[in-house]
């Protein structure tokens, strides 16, 4: 069992490992076969190229700070009521409205993209940051809502009965009594929201031309068509998952619980 | 006025009736237990009482408004739930506060009635605690603060002491009784536990089935139970029911239960004489003592419970149990010679399991003195 995990572990580990590994070395040892991994290819210039041509690299941060952030809070402002609803309140066509919510997620980002398209420039939104928030929204919305009326369908009924004793109405149990106890779940569904949007290629490819790109477009910049300066594009990597790492780190015992909560139970 | 009025009430959840027309009246100040096995439909007719559920038919009185489609808050109602439902992230102060706040009450307002509540509930230095820091006895406690901080009409109590020890509980029913009596406030409880039914309640509805059985105070239901399911329902330990025959001879109508008799007074004689139809006989445990001359049973059990022992015996034609005084020696597989207070005989009509009443009016209270 532990060595399965172990071997699970080294797996998923492994491409971080290479990526950190190869943002310390140089372009030569690199692309030698096999790579160079002697003390002396070792360097800090990639990081320091990467940094010191940081103006477009800190546009994409920036746009994708913005974009990911916007994303991640509407998808909780409209998702946590709507699941709630969804899981407790006598809502018409409810099993419909789930099944046109899941379905809604099922469509591969390939096969909408030329309408997404269509529409986004006949309003005159290609190439904003406005057009993506709206796109990773939909794409977002459907899972958030999955996750968290799991979490709320799992809940006994005791504190909302507690609640209606005590006067509440819907919207008040919903604001001082189910939203305090679903920081977890919460938590969860935000991480997700957020670190989907930030990862987000291919429709940001497709959207935006220069005003609006995101980190990982910036990344894959430094893939040229006669060269592709593979240590510093990791360097750029490194650089903008780290954030996200951060992120991660630092609520990890929220998110397991979250997603212990919303999933397993749901 | 009854403060509260049940009419012809029925709940049905799809094919399944949890409530067959319940009639029900409750005075002002009053303290209702709804007592009956799990399942009988009393904690659905206490949420229909306050709100929590809709009835599928009939009427909901309270002062003698209807109150049938008015939200609990409305109906001005508080209740305390079996699991407590304290809210987790508030504390205690605020848990008791929050029905106020929601209210609008001023801060100081809520302060100073918070304080008030938690100081005759002996919760004030657990004021900024969370829920799951207290035991469960304090966590009742801080449920019934927020029922009676804001002063309502009504409680309700849903199996408040379940979840509690068997010491803690006693102690708790002392609580609730001497919060009956300094706040007297109209009280509706639900219970499976007729002990604690018959310890706090004014009166008892003994339900059945989605029905209530009997309606009356503790002292009637134990000593005339209305059917033979709330006779052999309520007493510790559990009554055997016989069924007897009634025969005259010299003068005397004896009710006979196979080699046993059973000489009947004027009442008794003249009741069940007039009473067509079979009957069976039954009589609480305390009214049989051993007595040399008595009749001769075989005894299946004994129990010794402390103050008293609990014999159950039987003879040909049937069986009973009897509560004889202090630790008494007496061997299963014995015989023995006992005899009945036969004033103290119940006799049920066998085809409707009803009570034959033959008591004489107003002689309960000098049988129960």
Not at chain 1, 15 to 32: G, H
Not at chain 2, 109 to 116: C, D, G, H, M, P
Not at chain 2, 255 to 272: I, S, Y
Request: aromatic share 8%.
């Amino acid at each position: 069992m532990v060595l399965a995990l172990a071997l699970f572990v080294l797996l998923t580990m492994a491409p971080f490992v290479w990526l950190l590994l190869s943002s310390f070395l140089e372009q030569k040892a690199l692309i030698s076969t096999p790579p160079d991994l002697s003390l002396a290819s070792f360097t800090l210039a990639n990081y320091r190229e990467v940094i010191s041509s940081a103006a477009q690299l800190a546009k994409g941060i920036r746009n994708s700070l913005i974009i990911s952030g916007f994303t991640t809070c509407l998808a909780l402002l409209l998702g946590a009521p709507a699941a709630y609803a969804l899981a407790r309140l006598n809502v018409k066509n409810k099993d419909l409205l789930l099944l046109l919510i899941l379905a809604a997620q099922m469509f591969p980002a390939i096969v909408i993209v030329i309408p997404l398209f269509i529409a986004a420039s006949k309003l005159g939104l290609i190439d904003t940051r406005t057009n993506l928030i709206l796109v990773y929204l939909s794409f977002n919305l459907p899972v958030v809502i999955w996750v968290l009326r799991g979490f709320f369908y799992s809940l006994p009924s005791g504190l909302e009965r507690a609640a209606r004793i005590d006067g509440a109405t819907t919207i008040q149990t919903f604001r001082w009594i189910i939203l305090p106890i679903s920081l977890p779940p919460l938590f969860a569904a935000a991480s997700f929201a957020f670190i989907e949007a930030w990862n987000e290629f291919f429709l940001a490819l497709i959207m935006t031309r220069q005003n609006a790109q995101t980190v990982p477009l910036v990344i894959s910049s430094f893939a040229g068509q006669y060269q592709t300066i593979f240590g510093q594009m990791m360097a750029a990597a490194a650089i903008s998952i780290a954030p996200i790492m951060l992120l991660t780190f630092l609520l990890r015992t929220t998110i397991l619980r979250g997603f212990a909560d919303g999933l397993l139970k749901g | 006025m009854p403060v509260i009025r049940l009419e012809k009430v029925a709940k049905s959840y799809g094919a399944v009736e949890v409530c067959r027309a319940i009639d029900l009246e409750i005075a002002d100040r009053e303290f209702v237990t709804l007592l009956g096995p799990s399942g009988c439909g009393k904690t659905t007719t206490l949420n229909l009482i306050g709100g929590l559920d809709q009835v599928t038919s009939g009427s909901i009185f309270m002062d003698g408004r209807r109150v049938n489609d008015l939200e609990p808050i409305d109906r001005d109602v508080a209740m305390v739930f079996q699991n407590y439902a304290l809210y987790p992230h508030m504390t205690v102060a605020q848990n008791i506060g929050f029905n106020l706040k929601l209210k609008g009450s001023s801060q100081d307002e809520i302060r100073l009635r918070v304080r008030a509540t938690a100081e005759s509930l002996d919760l004030l230095a657990l004021l900024e605690r969370y829920p799951s820091e207290l035991s469960g006895g304090q966590q009742q406690r801080v449920a019934i603060g927020r029922a009676i901080v804001r002063q309502p009409k009504v409680f309700l109590f849903d199996e408040p002491f379940s979840n509690l020890d068997a010491a803690l509980r006693n102690h708790m029913r002392g609580e609730v009784k001497q919060l009956h009596a300094r706040l007297g406030v109209t009280s509706i409880f639900v219970t499976h536990d007729q002990e604690e039914a018959l310890s706090i309640s004014d009166r008892i509805a003994i339900m059945r089935e989605g029905r209530i059985e009997q309606f009356a105070t503790p002292d009637e239901v134990y000593s005339r139970p209305a059917t033979t399911y709330v006779a052999t329902f309520i007493g510790h330990p559990r009554i055997d029911l016989a069924p007897i025959q009634l025969e005259e001879r010299s003068g005397t109508v004896y009710a006979k239960a196979g080699k046993a008799e059973f000489p009947l007074n004027q009442t008794q004689r003249h009741v069940l004489s007039s009473h067509g139809g079979q009957l069976d006989a039954s009589i609480r445990p305390e009214h049989i003592a051993l007595a040399p001359r008595g009749l001769n049973v075989l005894i299946n059990d004994v129990q010794p419970v402390g103050p008293a022992t609990l014999v159950r015996f039987a003879w040909d034609g049937g069986s009973a149990v009897a509560r004889l005084n202090g630790m008494v020696r007496l061997n299963t597989g014995a015989h023995a010679n006992v005899a009945f207070n036969s004033d103290h005989l119940l006799f049920f009509d066998r085809a409707t399991g009803k009570l034959i009443n033959t008591h004489e009016q107003g002689t309960l209270h000098e049988i129960l003195a």
